[in-house]
């Protein structure tokens, strides 16, 4: 006899080519539709040089592992990412692609808005560099003050794996702060500023004083309800 969440489509869906779940159907479409609210904006004061940019520290791992063992299939999550670029690019700010290891961004495909034209079209455009990311321990050496910006790191729960302990990424914040340049985190995207207290003392973490708005746990275990996780996160 099927539970009510299988008959309401709230379980996690298994995928046993790749050992790991993806969110309910029910979830999904609550939360992942198809097509975004994207409209395009004009930006009057848009940097015209082509030579601006935006470094997207990016996830290269696409498995997390759940408190319960189970597998969930994550990565960026790719409305979470490209929105923000389409805004940024539109202004004049240029992505520049970089992971730990230097191998492909890793995305949470179940979340691509597929009939969405606007952002296809922008995947399609920046395809080869998603696909041949930098590595951050590379990128960290050519930043200079005249082209980078801003420094990003999208939401998808797999913002939490690596990012959090690596002191390159540290580096990189750093550099950024050094430099009064911005940093732009989103959703589980906050969850790569931890890299600042590496070798820190508490009272030493730059952005103490600081309020941050982001996805906090409760939104995870919520999901776990519904068939977006297939258990609570680690």
Same mark, same amino acid.
């Given at each position: 006899?099927?539970?009510?969440? @299988?008959?309401?489509?709230?379980?996690?869906?298994?995928?046993?080519?790749?050992?790991?779940?993806?969110?309910?159907?029910?979830?999904?479409?609550?939360?992942?539709?198809?097509?975004?609210?994207?409209?395009?904006?004009?930006?009057?004061?848009?940097?015209?040089?082509?030579?601006?940019?935006?470094?997207?520290?990016?996830?290269?791992?696409?498995?997390?592992?759940?408190?319960?063992?189970?597998?969930?299939?994550?990565?960026?999550?790719?409305? @979470?990412?490209?929105?923000?670029?389409?805004?940024?690019?539109?202004?004049?700010?240029?992505?520049?692609?970089?992971?730990?290891?230097?191998?492909?961004?890793?995305? @949470?495909?179940?979340?691509?808005?597929?009939?969405?034209?606007?952002?296809?079209?922008?995947?399609?455009?920046?395809?080869?560099?998603?696909?041949?990311?930098?590595?951050?321990?590379?990128?960290?050496?050519?930043?200079?003050?005249?082209?980078?910006?801003?420094?990003?790191?999208?939401?998808?729960?797999?913002?939490?794996?690596?990012?959090?302990?690596?002191?390159?990424?540290?580096?990189?914040?750093?550099?950024?702060?050094?430099?009064?340049?911005?940093?732009?985190?989103?959703?589980?995207?906050?969850?790569?500023?931890?890299?600042?207290?590496?070798?820190?003392?508490?009272?030493?973490?730059?952005?103490?004083?600081?309020?941050?708005?982001?996805?906090?746990?409760?939104?995870?275990?919520?999901?776990?309800?519904?068939?977006?996780?297939?258990?609570?996160?680690?």
């Amino acid at each position: 006899m099927k539970t009510l969440k @299988e008959i309401i489509g709230a379980e996690p869906i298994y995928h046993p080519d790749i050992d790991a779940y993806t969110p309910s159907k029910a979830s999904l479409a609550l939360m992942a539709p198809d097509k975004t609210n994207y409209k395009e904006k004009d930006y009057p004061n848009a940097d015209t040089s082509g030579k601006k940019k935006v470094l997207v520290l990016s996830v290269d791992q696409g498995i997390l592992v759940c408190e319960n063992g189970k597998r969930f299939k994550t990565g960026d999550h790719p409305v @979470e990412m490209f929105l923000v670029l389409m805004h940024l690019e539109k202004a004049g700010f240029h992505p520049v692609f970089a992971t730990l290891t230097g191998e492909k961004v890793q995305f @949470e495909d179940w979340a691509f808005p597929s009939k969405d034209d606007a952002v296809i079209a922008f995947k399609a455009k920046h395809q080869k560099q998603l696909d041949n990311p930098f590595q951050i321990s590379e990128i960290i050496k050519k930043l200079n003050v005249d082209e980078y910006e801003a420094v990003f790191v999208p939401g998808g729960q797999g913002a939490i794996l690596g990012l959090p302990e690596s002191k390159e990424v540290k580096s990189a914040f750093q550099w950024f702060m050094k430099n009064d340049k911005h940093l732009i985190v989103i959703c589980h995207g906050p969850a790569s500023l931890i890299s600042l207290s590496i070798d820190e003392k508490d009272d030493d973490f730059p952005l103490k004083d600081y309020s941050l708005a982001c996805l906090p746990s409760s939104g995870d275990n919520m999901g776990v309800k519904v068939g977006y996780l297939p258990g609570k996160m680690p």
